[in-house]
């Protein structure tokens, strides 16, 4: 693999030491809007032209997965103007991208509970996951009515079913038991978290698969996240030793 990304003086991304999942939680767009003074639905079409250049740079990069937190359980309760707003903006992002996810070969997914959204909205969904379907080069996955503890209930109800029925002992439980109901059971944990805006939370995101991952905070609102701030992210990443609970003595 042929690669070379540097800031000046600064160490260049080494190509075979790639975080293989990526996470963001894409914070800070009310925000951003908020400081100029305009509606916060120009911050969030501001976050969504970002998100397709750094969609774009991953595939470029050699991320084979890229999971963007777009759209929470919790953001149904903002007011609904917002919301609406929020399915127009994701039902345009979807239409605008999928020619571009399959010139690039990316493969889309949804995380998250389907059923919240209008009929044409999931219908749009399921479309661009049929259509990218059997593309390899990356994946994309956004998190959309996604909640970690529900994420978790929905394993946890259906592993109790199981039992109930006889069909699992408990005794014979184990993780890959846990990830199977999961929306996504074969996606890997993330190795590297990104959450921009200053918060240090994460968010209801990811509460299983995030054991070991790597976390990286930035102060960098959403709306101002550039190609070059996602390299330092993962040049950061490159910079440290990941022991999983172990010790490495030399």
Known sequence: MSLSLSFGSSP????????RHVAIIMDGNGRWAKRRGLPR??????????????????RE????????????????????TEVLNLLKLLEEYLKSELPTLIDKEI???????????????RELILRVERETSAFTKMTLVLALSYSGRA????????????VQKGLLAPQDLTDETIRKYFYFPELPDPDLLIRT?????????????????????????????????????????????????KIYEF
């Open 197 to 245: 805006s200053g918060e240090h939370r994460i968010s209801n995101f990811f509460l299983y698969q995030l054991a070991y991952t790597e976390l990286y905070f930035t102060s960098t609102l959403w709306p101002d996240f550039t190609e070059d701030e996602f390299l330092k992210a993962l040049i950061d990443y490159q910079n440290r030793e990941r022991r999983f609970g």
């Open 12 to 19: 260049s991304l080494d190509p075979y030491r790639l975080p």
């Open 107 to 121: 493969r889309f997914k949804m995380i998250g509970d389907l059923e919240d959204f209008p009929e044409s909205l």
């Open 151 to 162: 994420e978790i209930f929905k394993s946890l109800r259906a592993i109790a079913e199981l």
């Open 61 to 80: 990069i050699g991320i084979a997965y890229l999971t963007l937190f777009a759209f929470s359980k919790e953001n149904w309760q903002r007011p609904q």
């Open 41 to 58: 639905v120009v911050g969030h079409r501001r976050g969504v032209e970002v998100a397709r250049k750094i969609v774009i740079k991953a």
